[in-house]
């Protein structure tokens, strides 16, 4: 039988920042909700092994917890369909910790922040054995796999190779044989698909510091430069106006290496004859934005260069029409697809929009699109707590209030994209046949992309950064004469408590 505890209620009227605690435990409680009587545990990420190393939150455990110090856990009891206990156990205050990581919020802290119950993390291990040996199921936010433990029950040969978070579970499960664990990080990553009104505040902020940062590498940009002076500019004007950090790695890719989709070196002297493709994104309260933008590094697009932008604006055009409450939202991709391989037709370097070339799928000789070898990804993705975030239309596949995606196409036109195709006769054929035009468009990677927001009222487009041609262009005709002045009230509302 499982022992009473003092009960912590769900929904509390305290508020932590603009994100209230209301809103935190209305997520606990939607998750709970969809349980069985049981034992929900959500395990925060760990504290890494040296402390002078930027420390982030699990996104699932921030959603339901609002908590963003490591090795926390929060523990929620189920009992007769009603919650009879929710602890939160954390870190307690040690000076002599604290003197090298900062304060820690504390066990007694921890109930004025959140209105539930705190208890010291070393005491983590004795409860979850208690409620374990009551033979209680268990529903895991937290990195473990939805397979059982090992064969017949062999676990502990398996934990050097599991998860930190799966070694806790695989020990209780060894003491508790017929112990039920399983994972509803997948609930938890439903929930986070639709956003509430503050997260798209947050999402509209960080995409607002974005399309700054944008501007700014827009303005500065001229040859000569080498990336990592453009990427050091966009981080700097993410914090300068109070953005956490960059949702991801900063890609500033010139040349060749704006047609690698995830270029993160950052370390090329950029030529006069360049396009660089600046994918970037400010994480602000923990939102990310995704912004990409493509420059002719001259200031003026060659012809080449404007042949290919043009088609891949087009194709974003043609996915923004379709961008609309209660679309499928297959219809997006369906419609930009057509378009990008419409336009790679035109270009002679594919040999028609539904022409295919020989390929491995699955590892067998197959036909895969010709247009694929130049656009090898998809149109988008959700944004919020990850930079590729759940979003709820992965679900549902129409478009609702409460989406937050990005709509991101491409033409990528690799050097030896020709050579890279499996060596068969029917291949060869069509290398020779493309090979002019691969030569008139090698090294030009072409990506734009934005953040959109879906309410009541519709989609709205929010990352306003220059995008057309002659936006680019004249947004990097102005002087540069460095960093424009910080925007003071988004400084003001980032440091608003």
Request: net charge negative; glycine share 8%.
């Amino acid at each position: 039988m499982l022992r009473r505890l003092v009960l912590s209620a769900l929904l509390v009227p305290i508020v932590a920042g603009a994100q209230s605690q209301q809103e935190f435990a209305a997520r606990r409680a939607g998750i709970v909700n969809g349980m069985s009587d049981g034992v929900l545990v959500a395990l925060g990420a760990h504290e890494p092994a040296q402390d002078y190393i930027s420390f982030v939150q699990s996104p699932s455990f921030y959603y339901l917890t609002g908590f963003k110090e490591p090795d926390a856990a929060l523990v929620v009891v189920k009992q007769g369909g009603q919650v009879v206990s929710s602890t939160m156990f954390v870190q307690p205050r040690l000076p002599s910790r604290e003197v090298w990581t900062g304060a820690r919020t504390g066990v007694e802290g921890i109930a004025t922040l959140t209105g539930m119950k705190g208890r010291d993390v070393a005491d983590l291990p004795k409860v979850l054995d208690s409620l374990a040996a009551a033979s209680v199921p268990f529903s895991v936010v937290g990195d473990i796999s939805t397979n059982e433990p090992g064969a017949n029950g062999q676990a502990s040969a398996l934990l050097a190779a599991r998860s930190p978070d799966e070694q806790v579970f695989e020990k209780l499960q060894t003491a508790h044989p017929g112990l039920k664990v399983v994972s509803i990080e997948e609930a938890v990553k439903a929930a986070r698909g639709k956003k509430s009104a503050v997260e798209q505040a947050y999402i509209k902020q960080a995409v607002d510091i974005t399309v700054m940062a944008q501007k700014e590498a827009m303005a500065a940009m001229e040859p000569g430069m080498n990336e990592f002076e453009i990427q050091a500019l966009i981080e700097y004007t993410f914090r300068r106006n109070g953005a956490d950090r960059p949702s991801f790695s900063t890609i500033v890719g010139s040349g060749p290496n704006s047609t690698t989709l995830h270029y993160g070196i950052d370390d090329r002297f950029i030529e006069p004859n360049d396009v660089v493709v600046m994918d970037i994104g400010a994480s602000y309260r923990g939102y990310a934005a995704d912004v990409t933008r493509t420059v002719p590094a001259s200031g003026k697009f060659s012809a080449p260069q404007r042949a290919v932008y043009e088609i891949v604006r087009a194709a974003q055009a043609a996915g923004e029409r379709q961008a609309k409450l209660g679309v499928n939202s297959r219809l997006m991709n369906d419609s930009a697809t057509a378009v990008l391989a419409a336009g790679l037709t035109r270009l002679g370097l594919i040999e028609s929009p539904t022409a295919t070339y020989d390929c491995v799928v699955n590892g067998a000789s197959g036909h895969c699109p010709q247009y694929r070898m130049y656009y090898m990804h998809g149109l988008g993705h959700g944004i919020g707590l990850e930079v590729h975030d759940p979003e709820q239309y992965y679900l549902t596949h129409v478009i609702a209030p409460g989406s937050a995606f990005t709509i991101e196409p491409g033409i990528y036109v690799r050097e030896h994209v020709l050579e890279e195709m499996q060596d068969t006769p029917r291949n060869r054929e069509l290398a020779a046949k493309l090979r002019a035009a691969v030569n008139t468009y090698k090294n030009i990677g072409v990506r734009i992309e934005d953040d959109y927001l879906a309410t009541d009222k519709g989609v709205e487009w929010i990352s306003r950064a220059p995008r057309e041609i002659n936006e680019v262009e004249a947004a990097m005709r102005v002087p540069y004469t460095g960093p424009a002045k910080r925007d003071r009230a988004q400084v003001e509302r980032y440091r608003t408590p």
